[in-house]
């Protein structure tokens, strides 16, 4: 059984640009959630997909947008990008959108300049 | 709205020795609460959750149980090893179960 992927491992990008993270969920889960981890915090919820559609969204403005695909695979997007964006991504898979059997990849370190 | 609040570290202690790390939360409703860990440069693991009011979590020899009228859930564990050292995240599920709710973290360091 595979777990949950993510790519890139680590990404360097400067201010005002665009990224696109990706997320492959754990073999049988339809649900992908994701977060943002700052440096020193704890992980932050940024939205839910369930089936490929949005399932719920946290406090994060509009240029935070995301994807899911028919094998479940996820991507998230970040558009105009800002220093306080500089986190650990991290993707986390269930089954039917609940949390209480949810698995977390190893996250996307995004470091913005 | 919903939090969670974790003692603060890093939290030093020898191999052996006992741990608690203190949890307490607020929340509307009946949430889960879970301990996540982070070992260095990884994502996080679940180490145990409860569900519902006196309920005992418990995985690897870590405890905590779901106390609803102190809203605590600290871990225990009663004789720590070097290989517990990682950062604890003490969480509870939130918006109709959709997404947890984390607190701050706590580094444990375990020494020889």
């Known amino acids: 059984e595979t777990g949950v992927t993510q790519s890139p491992t680590h990404l360097i990008k400067t201010r005002g640009q665009q990224v696109t993270l990706r997320c492959s969920s754990q073999?049988?889960?339809?649900?992908v959630s994701w977060y943002q981890q700052a440096l020193g915090q704890g992980p932050q919820f940024i939205f839910q997909?369930?089936?490929?559609?949005?399932?719920g969204r946290g406090n994060f403005p509009p240029r935070f947008s995301g994807l899911q695909f028919p094998n479940y695979s996820s991507e998230l997007n970040v558009n105009a990008l800002e220093l306080d964006d500089s986190a650990l991504y991290l993707c986390?898979?269930?089954?039917?959108?609940?949390?209480?059997?949810?698995?977390f990849g190893p996250g996307t370190r995004l470091t913005v300049l | 709205g919903n939090s969670v609040t974790q003692m603060e570290g890093p939290v030093t202690l020898s191999e052996e020795a006992f741990l608690t790390i203190n949890c307490t939360y607020t929340?509307?409703?009946?949430?889960?609460l879970f301990w996540y860990v982070q070992y260095p440069g990884e994502g996080l693991q679940l180490l145990l959750k409860?569900?519902?009011?006196?309920d005992k979590g418990s995985n690897k020899g870590f405890e905590a149980t779901y106390r609803k009228e102190t809203t605590s859930f600290h871990l225990e564990k009663g004789s720590v090893q070097v290989s517990d050292s990682a950062v604890y995240f003490c969480?509870?599920?939130?918006?109709?179960?959709?997404?947890?709710?984390f607190g701050t973290g706590t580094r444990l360091l375990v020494s020889p």
């Open positions: 986390a898979s269930s089954t039917s959108g609940s949390v209480d059997e949810q698995f």
């Open positions: 073999s049988g889960h339809n649900t």
């Open positions: 997909y369930y089936r490929e559609e949005e399932n």
């Open positions: 929340a509307t409703g009946y949430p889960s």
């Open positions: 409860a569900t519902k009011a006196d």
């Open positions: 969480a509870l599920s939130d918006q109709g179960f959709q997404k947890l709710v």
